[in-house]
């Protein structure tokens, strides 16, 4: 099927888009049974970036239900991966057994992503990774949480390490990775090629390699 040319393809200007969101298909999105509220075409290019990027690492900011979470650890653990799923919410949700028990997934709850304690944890955990660290971020979507979470986590990473900042279909999110990107000029690549890959994502102009 030929692309449209309409500049907004990809995101809020594409009529499948507007339909999906309108139906609330993110709502109703399960994995094994838990609640992932993502785009399907986002989850699918994440495997592939993993394949694609020899990703075996992941950070992830908002956990809510933990299906995302759980999508990603099964991921790792398909690909016999050496690192673990690190997923980061301010609240303590119920979480399902699969998600809680999983040994490729830990959770990180009750603090902010950018709370001092959680960013200086995860700087410790991270800080003699050699392999290929995956960055999601989907957490708090006002301009100032999404800048601040850049700020912190982006020194974390390394070269060749991918980032992803969900959500920019959002003025919040999208401000705040503006805001980011114009106070740290080229510190990202935007991988426009994978972000483009299906038509639909909730993260326009939000998939990035670390220069």
């Known amino acids: 099927m030929a692309k449209p040319k309409d500049k907004n393809f990809h995101g809020e200007g594409n009529i499948l888009w507007k339909d999906y969101h309108t139906r609330k298909g993110k709502d109703k999105m399960l994995y094994r049974g838990i609640q992932v509220i993502k785009n399907p075409m986002d989850l699918w290019n994440y495997q592939e970036v993993i394949e694609e990027h020899d990703i075996h690492w992941v950070i992830e900011t908002g956990t809510h239900r933990g299906g995302s979470a759980l999508f990603l650890a099964d991921v790792l653990k398909n690909r ?5 799923v690190y997923t980061i919410d301010r609240s303590k949700g119920k979480m399902d057994s699969k998600v809680k028990n999983n040994p490729y997934l830990v959770l990180m709850l009750e603090k902010s ?17 050699k392999e290929k660290i995956f960055l999601v971020l989907d957490s ?35 401000e705040g990775l503006a805001n980011y990107l114009k106070a740290h000029p080229g510190s990202l690549i935007h991988d426009e090629k994978r972000n483009t890959n299906f038509g639909l994502t909730y993260a326009p102009k939000g998939y990035f390699t670390v220069k």
């Not at 016999?80 to 673990?84: H, I, L, M, P």
């Open 113 to 129: 992503s950018v709370d001092p304690e959680r960013v200086k944890s995860i700087q410790e955990i991270f800080k003699d990774v």
């Open 80 to 84: 016999n991966a050496k690192g673990k």
């Open 140 to 174: 708090s979507h006002t301009p100032a949480h999404v800048e601040a979470e850049l700020k912190e986590y982006i020194p974390i990473l390394k070269s060749g390490d991918y980032v992803v900042i969900e959500d920019t279909h959002a003025l919040g999110p999208r």
